[in-house]
């Protein structure tokens, strides 16, 4: 998303040019790649789009060389390099299991190598926006089908054979009763030309030995079971510190006068360093503060409780949650700026037999990782070097650069395991103060975040009120629609705020509403941000899926309707939405993709929806407590309906059955898709159910999991997923965020079935 918000301030990346690879010796191939060397490749222009995607006009792009990302030892290892950020969502295993199988590698005898930030060699780095294999997995397969001819032809030459006499299959080349393994072939191989991507011969998907089968666990599974996997906190240098930070609790604040002398001399203690930092607008720079440096995180814990800090809140420091939350409500309830106009609504709204207006509400939440922000830099007179769970490494290096006044070319930014991500870990915020303190104290330092600076100091997901009105004629046929969306916007923490969102969250669920209503307004109101805001799993899909879900069955008991005959008619028979006629604006964002490649087909909306309604026997009779509610959602291209069945029982709210049909396209990877769902319906679930940030005199005021609570695993809801089929030839799209919005209405919405109360603001605080 950073790319997108670059190129609406003005600050888009010029576009990549066609770059000649270079000659790269036999062994910089065998050796550079699993050593990390700076190969001498260019990165080449993407030159057999399989399918068009948004990946090209992302910041440097999609590289697809396999000089870049393949190396052989001479004991047949092969490693691949893994250019996305690991956490939980699969990129790290997927991506060089479809270059794996392209290129006919035994898996078992695959390792691979994490890329550090550098986007001019691997192309772009950002994992987030669901796109990791959507917009590279073509390039993969371009990777592992360039190794495998290189070896055929390597095999062929060897033998004096015809090249299309050879057959590489399972790690090894043959030829007639003759075999010679990748480790045999791997020199020669890798000094042939890397073929033209137009003259690749791809395996037919009947061929596949992992893509599409679901049979390939994550890579670093035995590691992780085990505690052997390297998170960002398991890192550790010879010499190095500990550092946690007292932070201001307004955004905006800075420290007016600190009294450290009782710090300084607590056991352990070697600095106290007070940090300059950022309020709005302040990108990902921290917040500023005094920090505590000793020799363990338990000694700089205790130290920082005897800091006595008075701040300097500024302008920020009135932000009341409550209050806030009026304003934002009277203003969806009043005309916004018009961001789709279709049909007459004003006309549709005067003649109509009945109108019914809603609003619903969503707090700020904090992305709550197991694994709190965490990072360890080291820096010297020749450079920096970082270690830290990011999602964004490379974005990380450039800021880490600037802060520290050094070049980008002498960081590097080491990425580990992701305890979590969320899109919390875009923001390496943790990674510029833990080099800020490594260059102050001439030592290697690890700034570790507790979960009470997570919770009180994050990037936020924004707050909402969403005011829907529907106007419904004599015959009970929805025949105008009017959304107002006001929320505080993401540019804030860029530039200066105008209190309206832009392109990129118009197009998350507002501008993009699918139904077949003849008239149609869109609207966003204006709220001035008061906090740093970021994007959050789903990002603004989740208040306005919230809202479109639960407004739907609430038309559905005001028409005397049930929620899936509602739901039908209003998506409509199958189409495919032109944007044009029907309203949308000239900056309509489909999540970064050609349209035409990516069209909303509300025929495939119907189809999920169907599928989970019948999955969970919609219709049929429950006990009394019991009650069954739908919701269906497209965002990142992919399409999830859910249906779930809830029990509320003294109070207490669970969810015996809950049913996820998804339409992704293709999914190269089954077992990380129905993982994803999962893990999306119980951040669903604690998303409705718990998650509220709120402010009061400018400050956050919760602050671990006691008073922000999540669902724990002794409610984790009951989750079937079901993947709609495809071939290899339609488009795959998002899996690890799509999964969310539909959860909170669904579930909303059988709770009223279960108990004959409405709920409109989120989180509902478990009040059944």
């Not at 207006?357 to 360890?376: D, F, G, N, S, W």
């Not at 395991?417 to 303190?437: C, N, P, T, Y």
């Not at 290697?444 to 936020?460: C, G, K, L, Y």
């Given at each position: 998303?950073?790319?997108?918000?670059?190129?609406?301030l003005?600050?888009?990346?010029?576009?990549?040019?066609?770059?000649?690879?270079q000659?790269?010796?036999?062994?910089?191939?065998?050796?550079g790649?699993?050593?990390?060397?700076?190969?001498a490749?260019?990165?080449?222009?993407?030159?057999?789009?399989?399918?068009?995607?948004?990946?090209?006009?992302?910041?440097?792009g999609?590289?697809?060389?396999?000089?870049?990302?393949?190396?052989?030892?001479?004991?047949g290892t092969?490693?691949?390099?893994?250019?996305?950020?690991?956490?939980?969502?699969?990129s790290?295993?997927?991506l060089p299991?479809?270059?794996?199988?392209e290129?006919?590698?035994?898996?078992a005898?695959v390792?691979?190598?994490?890329a550090?930030?550098?986007?001019?060699?691997?192309?772009?780095?950002?994992?987030?926006?669901?796109?990791?294999?959507?917009?590279?997995?073509?390039?993969?397969?371009?990777?592992?089908?360039s190794?495998?001819r290189m070896?055929?032809?390597?095999?062929?030459?060897?033998w004096?054979v015809?090249?299309?006499?050879?057959?590489?299959?399972m790690h090894?080349?043959?030829?007639?009763?003759?075999?010679?393994?990748?480790?045999?072939?791997?020199?020669?191989?890798?000094a042939?030309p890397v073929?033209?991507?137009?003259?690749?011969?791809?395996?037919?998907?009947?061929?596949?030995?992992?893509?599409?089968?679901?049979?390939?666990?994550?890579?670093?599974?035995?590691?992780i079971?085990?505690?052997?996997a390297?998170?960002g906190?398991?890192?550790?240098?010879?010499?190095?510190?500990?550092?946690?930070i007292?932070?201001?609790?307004v955004?905006?604040?800075?420290?007016?006068?600190?009294?450290?002398?009782?710090?300084?001399?607590?056991?352990g203690?070697?600095?106290v360093?007070?940090?300059?930092?950022?309020?709005?607008?302040?990108?990902f720079?921290?917040?500023?503060?005094v920090?505590?440096?000793?020799?363990?995180?338990?000694?700089?814990?205790?130290?920082?409780?005897?800091l006595?800090?008075?701040w300097?809140?500024?302008?920020?420091?009135?932000?009341?949650?409550?209050a806030?939350?009026?304003?934002?409500?009277?203003?969806?309830?009043?005309?916004?700026?018009?961001?789709?106009?279709?049909?007459?609504?004003?006309?549709?709204?005067?003649?109509?037999?009945?109108?019914?207006e809603?609003?619903?509400?969503?707090?700020?939440?904090a992305?709550?990782?197991?694994?709190?922000p965490v990072?360890?830099?080291?820096?010297?007179?020749e450079?920096?070097?970082?270690?830290?769970?990011?999602?964004?490494?490379?974005?990380?290096?450039?800021?880490v650069a600037?802060a520290?006044?050094?070049?980008?070319?002498?960081v590097?930014v080491?990425?580990?395991?992701?305890?979590?991500?969320?899109?919390?870990?875009?923001?390496?915020?943790?990674a510029?103060?833990?080099?800020v303190?490594?260059?102050k104290?001439?030592a290697?330092?690890?700034?570790q975040?507790?979960?009470?600076?997570?919770?009180?100091?994050?990037?936020?997901?924004?707050t909402?009120?969403?005011?829907?009105?529907?106007?419904v004629?004599?015959?009970?046929k929805?025949?105008?629609?009017?959304?107002?969306?006001?929320?505080?916007?993401?540019?804030?923490?860029f530039?200066?705020?105008?209190?309206?969102?832009?392109?990129?969250?118009?197009?998350?669920?507002?501008v993009?509403?699918p139904?077949?209503?003849?008239?149609?307004?869109?609207?966003?109101?204006?709220a001035m941000?008061?906090?740093?805001?970021?994007?959050?799993?789903?990002?603004?899909?989740i208040?306005?899926?919230?809202?479109?879900?639960?407004?739907?069955s609430?038309?559905?008991?005001?028409?005397?309707k049930?929620?899936k005959?509602?739901?039908?008619?209003?998506?409509?028979?199958?189409?495919?939405?032109d944007?044009?006629?029907e309203?949308?604006?000239?900056s309509?964002?489909?999540?970064?993709?050609?349209?035409?490649?990516f069209?909303?087909?509300t025929?495939?909306?119907?189809?999920?929806?169907?599928?989970?309604?019948?999955?969970?026997?919609y219709?049929?009779?429950?006990?009394?407590?019991?009650?069954?509610?739908?919701?269906?959602?497209?965002?990142?291209?992919?399409?999830?309906?859910?249906?779930?069945?809830v029990?509320?029982?003294?109070?207490?709210?669970?969810?015996?059955?809950?049913?996820?049909?998804?339409?992704?396209?293709?999914?190269?990877?089954?077992e990380?898709?129905?993982s994803q769902?999962?893990g999306?319906?119980v951040?669903?679930?604690t998303?409705?159910?718990?998650?509220?940030?709120?402010?009061?005199?400018?400050?956050?005021q919760?602050?671990?999991?006691?008073?922000?609570?999540?669902?724990?695993?002794?409610?984790?809801?009951?989750?079937q997923?079901?993947?709609?089929?495809?071939?290899?030839?339609?488009h795959?799209?998002g899996?690890?965020?799509?999964?969310?919005?539909?959860?909170?209405?669904?579930i909303?919405?059988?709770?009223?079935?279960?108990?004959?109360?409405?709920?409109?603001?989120?989180p509902i605080?478990?009040?059944?």
């Amino acid at each position: 998303m950073r790319d997108q918000i670059d190129a609406f301030l003005g600050k888009a990346p010029a576009p990549l040019r066609d770059l000649a690879v270079q000659k790269v010796s036999r062994r910089m191939f065998l050796g550079g790649a699993a050593a990390g060397l700076a190969l001498a490749v260019a990165p080449r222009a993407e030159a057999f789009p399989r399918w068009a995607h948004g990946g090209h006009g992302m910041a440097h792009g999609v590289v697809q060389d396999p000089l870049v990302f393949v190396s052989i030892d001479p004991d047949g290892t092969v490693t691949l390099v893994a250019h996305r950020s690991e956490m939980g969502t699969g990129s790290r295993t997927s991506l060089p299991m479809v270059m794996a199988d392209e290129m006919e590698a035994d898996w078992a005898r695959v390792k691979i190598m994490q890329a550090p930030g550098d986007e001019p060699k691997y192309g772009n780095q950002n994992t987030d926006g669901s796109r990791s294999m959507r917009h590279h997995i073509q390039a993969a397969r371009v990777i592992g089908a360039s190794v495998r001819r290189m070896l055929r032809d390597a095999a062929a030459e060897a033998w004096g054979v015809p090249p299309g006499e050879v057959k590489v299959e399972m790690h090894q080349a043959l030829h007639g009763g003759k075999t010679m393994g990748f480790g045999e072939l791997a020199e020669a191989a890798m000094a042939r030309p890397v073929p033209d991507d137009w003259d690749l011969s791809f395996k037919d998907p009947s061929q596949f030995r992992y893509i599409g089968k679901g049979e390939v666990p994550i890579y670093d599974l035995h590691d992780i079971t085990t505690g052997k996997a390297v998170y960002g906190a398991d890192v550790s240098l010879p010499g190095m510190k500990y550092a946690v930070i007292a932070r201001p609790p307004v955004v905006g604040g800075v420290v007016k006068s600190v009294d450290d002398a009782a710090a300084r001399a607590s056991a352990g203690v070697s600095a106290v360093e007070q940090l300059g930092g950022v309020g709005l607008p302040g990108g990902f720079f921290p917040l500023g503060g005094v920090a505590v440096v000793a020799d363990n995180t338990w000694n700089a814990m205790h130290a920082r409780d005897l800091l006595k800090i008075e701040w300097e809140d500024g302008p920020h420091a009135a932000y009341e949650s409550g209050a806030y939350m009026e304003e934002m409500k009277a203003t969806a309830a009043q005309p916004g700026v018009a961001l789709r106009t279709q049909g007459e609504p004003d006309a549709a709204f005067a003649g109509a037999a009945k109108v019914i207006e809603r609003t619903y509400t969503q707090a700020h939440m904090a992305h709550a990782a197991m694994e709190p922000p965490v990072a360890l830099a080291n820096v010297t007179d020749e450079g920096a070097e970082v270690w830290a769970p990011v999602q964004s490494p490379y974005q990380c290096r450039t800021d880490v650069a600037k802060a520290l006044g050094l070049d980008p070319e002498f960081v590097t930014v080491h990425v580990t395991l992701l305890g979590g991500g969320f899109g919390r870990k875009s923001q390496h915020d943790f990674a510029i103060e833990a080099a800020v303190l490594s260059q102050k104290v001439g030592a290697p330092v690890r700034v570790q975040w507790t979960r009470e600076d997570d919770i009180r100091h994050s990037f936020m997901h924004t707050t909402s009120a969403e005011h829907i009105k529907a106007a419904v004629d004599a015959d009970g046929k929805v025949t105008g629609w009017r959304h107002n969306s006001t929320a505080p916007s993401i540019l804030s923490i860029f530039a200066p705020d105008s209190g309206q969102q832009f392109p990129v969250e118009h197009g998350m669920g507002l501008v993009d509403m699918p139904f077949a209503i003849p008239n149609v307004l869109v609207e966003n109101g204006k709220a001035m941000a008061h906090t740093r805001i970021a994007w959050f799993r789903s990002v603004s899909n989740i208040p306005r899926a919230w809202a479109i879900g639960s407004f739907v069955s609430e038309l559905a008991e005001e028409l005397g309707k049930d929620e899936k005959t509602m739901w039908r008619e209003l998506i409509g028979a199958p189409r495919v939405v032109d944007p044009k006629a029907e309203g949308y604006p000239d900056s309509y964002w489909d999540y970064g993709e050609p349209y035409g490649a990516f069209p909303i087909d509300t025929g495939r909306l119907a189809n999920v929806l169907d599928i989970a309604a019948d999955a969970i026997g919609y219709g049929k009779d429950l006990p009394e407590g019991e009650g069954i509610g739908l919701a269906v959602h497209r965002s990142f291209v992919t399409y999830v309906a859910c249906a779930v069945r809830v029990k509320v029982d003294g109070g207490r709210i669970t969810v015996p059955e809950m049913h996820l049909a998804v339409d992704a396209g293709y999914i190269a990877n089954p077992e990380r898709a129905e993982s994803q769902m999962q893990g999306a319906a119980v951040m669903g679930m604690t998303t409705l159910l718990h998650s509220g940030i709120t402010y009061a005199g400018g400050a956050v005021q919760q602050s671990n999991f006691y008073d922000y609570d999540v669902v724990r695993s002794d409610n984790y809801p009951i989750v079937q997923t079901h993947l709609v089929k495809h071939g290899f030839g339609v488009h795959p799209g998002g899996l690890g965020e799509p999964g969310v919005p539909p959860v909170p209405p669904a579930i909303a919405n059988a709770l009223f079935h279960a108990t004959g109360q409405r709920m409109r603001d989120m989180p509902i605080g478990v009040r059944v």
